[in-house]
């Protein structure tokens, strides 16, 4: 069974950095591009980036380019997002995905406030 649990998240003063986790299992790993997205209330879920199954490529939305890195470790089969910089707007759940046809299970997410 597919499980993703998001870990790391809490409240962070604006400018601060956080680096969420999230570890996969039911599934290989390592075959999978991975993403994490983010909700914040009231707003659509949304797409923060995505990396490639090797961890090679990476993408990012333009709002957390240049802020926001997306790191995996196969061997652990966990995704990172290290998240600098970050801004009241930042506020949001973040979940992580894996690519098709997985792209259906979600994990619980994890909230990230930032907040003086």
């Known amino acids: 069974q597919v499980q993703l649990v998001e870990s790391g998240g809490g409240l962070v003063q604006p400018g601060g950095s956080l680096r969420l986790s999230c570890a996969a299992s039911?599934?290989?790993?390592?075959?999978?591009?991975m993403s994490w997205y983010r909700q914040a209330p009231g707003k659509e879920r949304e797409l923060v980036g995505r990396?490639?199954?090797?961890?090679?490529?990476?993408n990012y939305a333009d709002s957390v380019k240049g802020r926001f890195t997306i790191s995996r470790d196969n061997a652990k089969n966990t995704v990172y997002l290290q998240m600098n910089s970050l801004k009241p707007e930042d506020t949001a759940m973040y979940y992580c995905?894996?690519?098709?046809?997985?792209?259906?299970?979600w994990g619980q997410g994890t909230q990230v406030t930032v907040s003086s």
């Open positions: 990396i490639t199954s090797t961890g090679g490529v990476t």
């Open positions: 995905n894996a690519d098709r046809p997985l792209n259906l299970y």
């Open positions: 039911g599934f290989t790993f390592r075959r999978y591009a």
